[in-house]
C-alpha cells in the first residue's frame, strides 16, 4: 500500500489504456477494455448534452417575450419534447453510471473488467442504436408530446412518435445490461481484501442505482413499446375511445420513470461522496448511513410513483399513502446531506473545481430536495402541478446536483482519465459561472410556478415576461459557463501538465495505480487494507505532495 | 486452468458464479416485461369484470391445458439434458434439448392452431375485433390476450434459437463434466419461459 | 405579514379561504426551508474558514458518528416533513369533496377551448360564471385528450380526463375575474386553452342565470359552439330528455319506476346498485357516465347485458345533459337502501 506520493515529479504513465494495445479508431470501436467503452459513454453522452443544451436555448430564447419570437408553436412543442427526451434517455440516465461507473467501477473493486466485457460492449452499441433511431425520428418531424408521452394525445399525435419511442425502447435496454454487468461485477469481481464494508461509496451507489436500472427500465420498455402499437395500430390499450384507461399509462409511466429520476441523481451523490473526502481530507462521517441510505431511495424511490397523479382524480387515500412515502426519500436525502456537511467537520478543505461543485450540488440538492418535500404534501402540490415550480424543481435536482456531480467528477478524475490537468484558475471561472448561471436560470422559476404559469405554454400572459427574461439572461450565462469548461478541458487534453497518479491526494483505491491506468487496471493489485475513505492515518510528512505542476 | 476462464476471473467457479447471477438478473428483468402486461390484465379484468370472464370462456381450454403439458415436459427434458452434461454425456444433452426444440414446436403450432381459431371468429385485438361481446372488454382482452402469449411465444422461439445453439454446441463436445455452464443457463431460460406460460395459462385461459 | 410574503414570493391574490389556508402552509414551508437551509450552509460555512487546509501536510482525525447522530439527523427532517404533511394532507382531502348543497357546473375541456354547462340549461364557453360566496362543485371531464382545469387564484387545479368525470370544488369569497390555464399538455395550442373565471355578486348570479335560462343570451353561445348540444336554449334536463328519446335509451329504460329491459331511470341517481358481481355501487354522475360508455362493465344484478356502448355517438355535453335528466327524476322522500357516507344533492333551484 503505497502511501501519498512523496515530493517526486509527476509522471505519465507511458503504458496505458488509451495507447494498449493500440490507438486507432477500430481499436476503439471494437474494444473490450471497461475505461476505454466508460470513454466512448462519456463522449456519447457529452455530444447528446450539447444537443440537449441547445434544445434548451431555443427554449429560452422563444420565450423571451410573451407571443412567438423565433419560432411557431409546433416547433415550439417539438423542441421541448427533444429537449427532455435527448437529456433525460441519452444524457443524464447513461452519463455518470455508464461513463464514470464504467470507468472507475472495476478499478475501484481491483478487478481488471466487469464481469461481462461483451455485454458492455453491446450496450454502448445499444445506445448508439437507439440515439440513432431516436435521430431519424427528430430529423423527420419529432414528436410533439413531451418527454412523458401521455396518452391518448401520444398516441393521437400526427408526429413520429413511434420512432422516439423505439429508440428510448432500445437505450432502455443498454441501460439494463450496464445496470445487470455492474450489479454482478460488484459481487463476484472485488479483489481480496475489498468486504463490502470497504466498498467506495461511490460503488455503493452505482450498485442502488443499477438495481433500479434492472427492476424498472423492463416496465418503461413494455410501457413504451405498447404506446408505440397503439399509435401504430389502434389496439385499445390506453385510448378511451376504446374503452382504455389512460391514467393506466400514466401509473405505468411513472412506475419506471420515477425510480429512473432516482438513476440521475444517485450517480451524483455517488460522485459527491468521493470529491467531499477527498477534498477534505477526510474520512466520511457515518459510512453506513451514506452507503444505506442509496440502498434505501432505491427501495423507496419505487413506492412514490403515485405523487405524480395529485391532480389526475387518484383516490385521496392513495394521495395520502404515496406523500408519505415521498417524504421518506427525502428523509433519506437529507441523512446524505447531514453527512457531508459534518464530514467537513476537521478536515483539510481545499477549494479546488471539484469542491466548488460539491458546494453547487449541496445547495441545489437542498432545495430541490426541499421543494420536491414540500410537493408532497400534497395540498400544495395541486397548485404547482404543472407549472413551472415542478419544472424548476427538478431541474434543481437534475441539472443542479447530477450536472454539478457530472462536472465534479470530469474534473477530478480528469487526471486519471487523460493523466493531465486543467487549469485550476479557469476552473474557477468555470464553476463561478455555471452555478450563478444556474441559479439566474431556475431560481425565477420556482415564482413563475408560484405565480402560476404553466409549463410547456409556448405563449404566456404579459406578467409573466420579467421572470422569463430573467431565466433567459441565466442560461445565456450557463452556455458561457459550459463553452469556458469545454474550452479549457479540450486545450488540458493537448497541454495540460503532467498530472502523476495521484494529484489530489485522493486514498480512493482508483488512485493506487498510475494515470491513465494501464489496459489491466493494476501492474501490481494493491493488497486493499484500508479503506477508501480513510485518511487519518497518513505517514507523517508529505512535503509538496499531490500538487502537480501548475501551467 | 480450464481454456473457458475469461481473462479477468480467478477460477472456473467464480466465472460460473459470475454468468449463473448474471442470468437470474436478467430473468428477473424478464419477469418484469410481462410484469406490466399481466398488471395491464389486471386492471381491465377489474374494470370489464364480465366482458374478461365471457372472453376467457371463450377460448379452447383443453388446448391451452395441453400447451401447458408439453411446455412442462419440455422443461423436464431440458433438465435431463443438464443432468446428462454433468456426467459428460454431452452427446446425450444434445438429443434431449432437440427432444426439448421440438416440443417448443409443437406448442408453437397449437398456438399458431388457436390463433388461427380466432381470426376466424373475429377475436382480434382493439379497433379490429368483431366478436360478439359487446362493449370495449371483449376488444380489451384480446388485446391484452395477443399482447401476453404473443410476447410469450417470441420468447419461445427466442429460447428455441438459444437451445439449438447449445445442443449444437453439445454435440460437437464444446462443454465438458467439468464446464457446462452454458447449459444451465440456456435451461434456466427455458424454466423461464415455462414458467411465465404456468402464469399465463391459468390467468387468459381458467380464471 | 402574509401579503408581503405572498409579494415576496410572487404568489397571485388568493381568492378563497382555500388558496389563503395553502399560502398559510407555503409560508410555513418556506420559512422552515430557509431556517434549516441557513442552518445547514451556515454550519458548513464555518467548518470551510474554520478547516480550510493550511498546509500540505495537515492531517486530520478519524471521526465517526454516533447513533444519537444519525437519529438526529433522520428525526428532526422527518419531524418537520409530517407536519408539512399534516398540514397539507388535510387541506387535500377536504378540497376534493365539496359541501352538500353546492352547485354542480359542467366542466368540458376539449382542444382548446373550456365548455361550462350550468344547471337547468345554460352554457357558456371560455367564460365560467359563478356566484360569491356559494361553493360551486366542478364535474370535470375531457372531449379528447387529457386537459387540467386549473385557476392560480383558487390554488385549484384538476385534470380533465376522457371518457370519465372527475370532480373539485371551491367558494370564491368575491366578485372579480380570475384567470383560467389549461395545465396539463394538450398539443398545438396547449398554451391558448385559456379561460375566465368570473365571480359575480349572489343576486346578480342569480340574475343572470335566470335571464340565461329564458334564453335571452342564447344566441351567441349557440353561434359560438355549433351542433355542441341538440338544442342550445333548452335547460340541460329537457336537453337530457330529447337525447334519450332521439337515442332510443327510454326504449329499454323506463322513467315511472316500472322494470323493463333495463333499470328504470326514476330515482336512479345516488341509488346503491347490486352489480352482477356482487359488488354494490352508488349510481353517481361517474357510474352513469361509464355505463354509457361500457355498459358490459358494470351489469346491475338481474339483468341481461344487452345495451350497447354510447362512446363516441354521444358528446360529452350530451352525456352530461343525459345524466342531468336522470338526476332530474329523482323524487326527494325515496332512496332505496340506506344512505351511506354523505349524499350530494345535485343543485338548488331545481
Known sequence: MSPLPAGDPPVYAARNYLNTPATGLRSWLTTLDHKRIGVMFLVATLVAF???????????IELLTPGPTIMDAMTYNRIFTLHGVVMIFLFMIPAIPSGFGNFLLPIMLGARDVAFPRLNLLSFYLYLAGAAIALWGMIHGGADTGWTFYTPYSTTTTTKVVPILLGAFVVGFSSILTGLNFIVT??????????????????????ATSVIQILATPVLGMTLLLVAIEHAFGWGIFDPARGGDPVLFQHFFWFYSHPA??????????????????????????????????????????????????????????AGVFGVLTM????????????????LYRGSISFKTPFLYFLGFLFFLFFGGMTGVALATVSLDVHWQDTYFVVAHFHFIMVGSTIMAFLAALHYWWPKLTGRLYSERWGLVGAVLIISGFVFTFLPQFLLGNEGMPRRYFAYPARYQALNVASSAGASVLAIGFSVVLVYLLVALRHGPVAGSNPWGSRGYEWETSSPPPLENFEVVPAFERGPHEYHDLPAAAPGAGEGRHA | MHSAVAHHFESLEKQAEAQRLGM??????????????????????????????????????????????????????????????????????AGLLGLSILLGAVFLALKAFEYHHHFAHGELPGRYYTGPIAGSGGALFFTLYFLITGLHAIHVLIGMTVLAVVAVRCWRGAYDAEYHVPVELAGLYWHLVDLIWIFVFPLVYLI | MSDLLRRLLFLPPAASQHARDVDSLHFFVVITTMLAGLAIFGTALAFMIRYRRRGEDDRTPEIQPRHWHEALFIGVPLAFFLVWFAIGYPQFVESTRAPPGAMDVFVMGKQWMWKF??????????????P???????????????????VP????????????????????DAPGRHQIFCAEYCGLSHSGMLAELVVMKPEEFDAWIALQRRGLARAQDAAAVPGDLLAAGSSLVEQGRNVAAVQGCLKCHSIDGSRHIGPTWRDLYRRRERLSTGAVVTADEAYLTRSMMDPAAEIVDGYQNVMPTYQGKLTPPEVAAVVEFIKSLKTPAVRAGPSEGPVYESTPGR
Open chain 1, 186 to 207: 460488484t459481487h463476484t469481481l472485488r479483489a481480496p481484501g475489498i468486504t463490502w464494508s470497504k466498498l467506495p461509496l461511490f460503488v455503493w451507489s452505482i450498485y
Open chain 1, 50 to 60: 450539447a444537443l440537449g443544451g441547445v434544445f434548451a436555448l431555443l427554449i429560452r
Open chain 1, 328 to 343: 421518506f426519500v427525502g428523509i433519506f436525502t437529507a441523512i446524505k446531506i447531514f453527512n457531508w456537511v459534518a464530514t
Open chain 3, 132 to 150: 360569491a360566496g356559494r361553493p360551486v362543485r366542478l364535474l370535470i371531464t375531457s372531449r379528447d385528450v387529457i386537459h387540467s382545469f386549473f
Open chain 2, 24 to 93: 437470474w438478473l436478467f430473468l428477473a428483468t424478464e419477469i418484469l416485461l410481462f410484469t406490466a402486461l399481466f398488471a395491464a390484465y389486471g386492471v381491465y379484468r377489474f374494470l370489464y369484470t364480465a366482458a374478461f370472464s365471457e372472453a376467457s370462456r371463450g377460448l379452447e381450454t383443453w388446448l391451452g391445458g395441453v400447451n401447458t403439458l408439453i411446455l412442462v415436459t419440455s422443461s423436464f427434458t431440458v433438465a435431463m439434458g443438464l443432468d446428462a452434461a454433468t456426467r459428460g454425456r454431452t452427446r446425450r444433452t
Open chain 3, 117 to 130: 354547462a350550468y344547471p337547468g340549461g345554460p352554457s357558456s364557453l371560455d367564460e365560467l360564471r359563478v
Open chain 1, 261 to 318: 429520476v432516482y438513476i440521475m441523481i444517485l450517480p451524483a451523490m455517488a460522485v459527491m461522496s468521493e470529491v467531499v473526502c477527498a477534498f477534505s481530507r477526510k474520512n466520511i462521517f457515518g459510512y453506513k448511513a451514506v452507503a444505506y441510505s442509496s440502498l434505501g431511495i432505491a427501495f423507496v424511490g419505487f413506492f412514490t410513483w403515485g405523487h405524480h397523479l395529485f391532480t389526475s382524480g387518484q383516490s385521496p387515500y392513495d
Open chain 3, 153 to 172: 387564484d383558487l390554488r385549484l387545479k384538476q385534470d380533465a380526463l376522457p371518457g370519465r368525470y372527475t370532480e373539485t370544488w371551491f367558494q370564491a
